[in-house]
């Protein structure tokens, strides 16, 4: 893929706003929408890819380095506490939901309510955790971006692999909370 950066026109930063982003996107996108008249389809799908990159920091980071496909494939020091109640929470409310599902009659559903309240306190307290956790990391990218150009590649990574589970933890929870919610609720 093309560079992001230079297929939006921004200024290779890691940090960017949203906004900005989506004003260079639809910028373009105008032009090279397939509909319009000399749009160019392969083009637009390389600018909504670029722009998706870019509205992901881990990706973004990556890009900066120009070694997307690069990582670490561990998990950061500071991760590696959430990890283990991350995967514990996921595997509890899979087997929860899995338990309700086949339960036959009343007594063995409403048995199982307690048990899924009280995850659903766990999940939220992890919740709680991980925006934390990603307050953190947004300082850290914003003091990467005064720092920008001068970096260190390996940190620069780290901070992509943090950003990377931090989003994909918080959306596997939102996603078994809401589940649980509507069985349970």
Do not use: C
Not at 18 to 27: K, S, V
Not at 85 to 96: F, G, N
Not at 151 to 166: C, I, K, M, R
Not at 175 to 180: I, Q
């Amino acid at each position: 893929m093309p560079d992001p950066f230079s297929l939006l026109g921004l200024v290779r930063r890691p940090l960017i706003p949203e906004e900005m982003i989506g004003n260079a996107y639809r910028q373009k996108a105008g032009t090279l929408h397939p509909d319009q008249p000399g749009g160019d389809a392969g083009a637009f799908r390389e600018l909504a890819e670029a722009a998706a990159t870019l509205k992901d920091p881990s990706r973004r980071l990556r890009a900066l380095l120009e070694n997307p496909a690069h990582s670490s494939a561990r998990i950061p020091p500071e991760a590696s506490d959430l990890f283990l109640k991350v995967a514990w929470i996921l595997q509890y409310s899979d087997r929860l939901s899995l338990q309700y599902t086949t339960s036959y009659t009343s007594l063995s559903k409403a048995l199982l309510r307690a048990p899924a309240q009280s995850l659903l306190l766990e999940l939220n307290s992890t919740l709680l955790q991980l925006q934390t956790w990603r307050a953190a990391l947004d300082q850290e990218l914003e003091l990467l971006d005064l720092g920008w150009p001068s970096h260190d590649q390996v940190g620069v990574l780290g901070l992509a692999d943090s950003f990377a589970y931090a989003v994909r933890w918080a959306a596997q929870l939102r996603e078994r909370e809401l589940a649980l919610q509507e069985i349970f609720s």
